[in-house]
């Protein structure tokens, strides 16, 4: 069975996000005030073929820990549709 | 009132994602053999005073069209939390 999983790395809440504050001034010149803060990571679809959602959870979580995300800097979030 | 928004910016569907590709080919690399596409796009979390749900919605929409997304090679999905 092939599943769609969603994993989101996110930077660490405790650090500085530049990319995001160098968004949210383009997005202050444009006139969006009321946005106060931006914070941008990726977000990753991955095609598995698993037996089961837990399978696939799993592998996407080994994925992650691997290659995906940079403990040092970011987490990761899993969701499978 | 505080809204945290999310908008889910990804290469569309239809184009070739080359920054996919390679991470794909990285995770069989490492044995990761049943994960068969990836596709990777940009999460980006918003925090937008409005007065309503509907309006932040709106501000959220408003910031993707003008700055976070590029229509040529991507879409974007955004959810009020």
């Known amino acids: 069975m092939i599943f769609f999983v969603q994993v989101k790395v996110m930077p660490l809440k405790e650090l500085l996000d530049p990319q995001g504050k160098a968004v949210m001034s383009g997005l202050q010149s444009l006139g969006l005030n009321t946005i106060n803060d931006v914070r941008i990571g990726k977000n990753i ?3 598995i073929e698993a037996d089961s959602a837990d399978q696939a959870k799993k ?3 080994e994925a992650s820990q691997k290659l995906l ?3 040092v800097m970011e987490y990761f979030e899993i969701s499978v549709n």
């Open 59 to 61: 592998l996407a979580e």
């Open 45 to 47: 679809t991955l095609q």
């Open 69 to 71: 995300a940079n403990p």
